[in-house]
């Protein structure tokens, strides 16, 4: 397994709030300064760094929000300054989140000049009535006219979809996912809708306004999602996400692996450490509230907490069991020191809900994924 670390930055400004997002994204009537967040962002690498072990970085994410609000030059600043504290890998995976309404030929361009060679759209749905009904600013044909601008300009793209959503059939979804496989190039990432606390959606779900399809009919779409993938050629390599062979994300694996990640900018997490430590770390929310706080002490953290081996088993189960490779049962138990309960995972296995797989791995099988959750707190207990 490649010895990955990450960096996260995080621009938290969109241009609306989507009713179903929970993420830190705020919005706001006057354009941010984009130089002085840049500043902000450069003190914060110079604060994390020391805190880190001696790593080559092997991938960078701009994650949001909306990070193609910003200008290339916004993006190439923060990239040199991750450079001037890491050394980078030469094949290091630069990713860039973009919505379709900010989709521009020349600053996609800019982006690929600056060093980014991967971004993900926030496409979401590819019928304009269900793009309304979710908030988004784009439609159907322009969500697809900017992944052929993206495919275009970089050597690397994905885009999401959200399913499940209220009335949506196993039929119409089944429809919908082959139009994006047509266009798909070489990742999909493919959400089920959850009705998140704090959100609009939330809102209108409890007052029974908001109606999603019931279990049998999200089995249903499940099901549509991982036959039309596979049959492309495009697996499940976690639980949401799909891609050809060699095309997986490699930022979001060095999540799902367990491994070390630095993140910065407002409402930004990391997993950081060195000496065996793992360091769980957390930043201020607020967007001027951090920026307030970095410009005053050279940082915006609000959390840096050393984790416990139980807090690093957990997690590491959270994070491991998504992926269809499961997890290393060595590693595990070396990282945590922690054994899993054998009598729990020879009940698992004999449900047909877990196996191991090659080199002591433990993996979630297919008609377990749907029960994730219930598995690792089964595990977990």
């Not at 269809?324 to 729990?344: H, Q």
Request: hydrophobic share 40%; aromatic share 8%.
């Amino acid at each position: 397994m490649r010895d990955a670390f990450g960096v996260y930055v995080h621009w938290p400004f969109c241009l609306a709030k989507c009713p179903y997002c929970d993420f830190n994204s705020h919005v706001r009537h006057e354009k941010p300064d984009e130089a002085r967040y840049a500043r902000a962002i450069a003190a914060e690498l110079a604060y994390v760094k020391p805190r880190t072990a001696a790593r080559e970085v092997t991938s960078i994410f701009f994650g949001g929000g909306t990070p193609s609000l910003m200008q290339p030059s916004t993006v190439q600043r923060v990239i040199d300054e991750i450079a001037r504290h890491w050394p980078v890998s030469k094949d290091a995976e630069i990713n860039l989140e973009a919505n379709p309404t900010s989709v521009e030929a020349e600053r996609f361009r800019g982006y690929r000049a600056a060093g980014v060679n991967r971004v993900s759209l926030g496409v979401q749905a590819l019928d304009d009535a269900s793009l309304k009904a979710l908030g988004r600013m784009h439609t159907a044909d322009e969500a697809l006219a900017a992944v052929e601008v993206a495919r275009e300009n970089f050597p690397r793209i994905s885009f999401d979809l959200i399913y499940a959503r209220p009335g949506q059939s196993p039929r119409a979804w089944r429809g919908e996912l082959a139009k994006a496989l047509a266009f798909a190039p070489e990742h999909l990432s493919l959400y089920q809708l959850t009705i998140e606390p704090g959100t609009t959606f939330e809102m209108l779900h409890r007052a029974g306004k908001l109606i999603t399809p019931d279990t049998d009919t999200s089995r249903a779409l499940w099901d549509a999602t991982q036959e039309l993938c596979e049959a492309r050629a495009m697996p499940a390599y976690e639980v949401s996400n799909h891609a050809k062979a060699g095309a997986e994300s490699w930022h979001n694996l060095v999540y799902w692996r367990y491994q070390e990640y630095a993140g910065v900018g407002p409402g930004a997490h990391g997993r950081i450490g060195a000496d065996g430590e793992r360091v769980a770390t957390a930043t201020e929310k607020h967007p001027e509230r951090w920026l307030a706080s970095v410009e005053a002490k050279g940082h915006g953290f609000i959390e840096e907490e050393k984790l416990s081996q139980i807090e690093q088993a957990d997690e590491m189960l959270v994070m491991g069991l998504r992926l269809a490779e499961g997890i290393d049962v060595a590693r595990f138990e070396k990282l945590t020191g922690v054994s899993l309960n054998p009598e729990r995972v020879s009940f698992l296995e004999s449900e047909g809900l877990v196996e191991r797989g090659e080199n002591a791995r433990l993996r979630v099988t297919p008609s377990g994924f749907p029960l994730l959750d219930a598995i690792v707190a089964d595990l977990a207990a």
